[in-house]
Structure formats: C-alpha cells, structure tokens
C-alpha cells in the first residue's frame, strides 16, 4: 500500500512563493505519473499540474508560467513551486500518484490560502 505524505502548505500574501511536496512510502512501485490537483471553496476540484515518466509536464492554463511540477530522481517525490501566487489559488491541494498498473493513490491535502 502506498502512503503519500503531503507538506509545504500555508498563507501567503499575493505574489508570494510556497513549495509543496509529497513523499511516496510504503510498497510503492514505479510510478508512471504524479499530479496535484486542487478543490477551492465551492467548485469542483482541477487538475493544477501532472508530470509523467520522461518528463513531460502539464499545466492548467491558469498557473502556467507561475507553477512548476518536479519529482526527484528517485521518481517518490514530487515538488510543486508556486509563485506569483493570487487570492484565487486557494485551495486544499492534493497530490496523486499512479503506479505502472494504474493504481492512485490521494494524498490527505495541504491548505494554500493567498490572502487578497
């Protein structure tokens, strides 16, 4: 079973910086794919940034350019730097990891407030 330990949220002000990182442990196999997505108050929860075995990365449009997703060479840690955060980018942040058999995994969520 994996357990994905989650750290780094917090309150910024706006145009401020946090890193967010989640640690894979436990029986984890090799993971294909890690992502975080996040729930804001109200909506439905988005998918902020994914990164994939080679490298590839994806963004959401609207943290393109002041978000970078990155794992460590181990491939069990995944970062998030977020910069020029904005009020809008509150939200629960969850990271999630997928194994080479398709198997998530849901961190327990961090809260990142960026106060207006």
């Known amino acids: 079973q994996v357990h994905l330990v989650e750290s780094g949220g917090g309150s910024v002000q706006p145009g401020g910086s946090l890193r967010l990182s989640c640690a894979a442990t436990?029986?984890?196999?090799?993971?294909?794919?890690m992502a975080w997505y996040r729930r804001p108050p109200g909506p439905q929860g988005e998918l902020v940034a994914g990164?994939?075995?080679?490298?590839?990365?994806n963004y959401a449009d609207s943290v393109m350019g002041r978000f970078t997703i990155s794992r460590d060479s181990a491939g069990n840690t995944v970062y998030l730097q977020m910069n020029s955060l904005k009020p809008e980018d509150t939200a629960v942040y969850y990271c999630?990891?997928?194994?080479?058999?398709?198997?998530?995994?849901w961190g327990q969520g961090t809260q990142v407030t960026g106060y207006a």
């Open positions: 999630k990891v997928v194994d080479d058999v398709g198997f998530e995994s």
């Open positions: 990164i994939f075995n080679g490298g590839t990365t």
């Open positions: 436990g029986s984890v196999r090799r993971l294909s794919a």
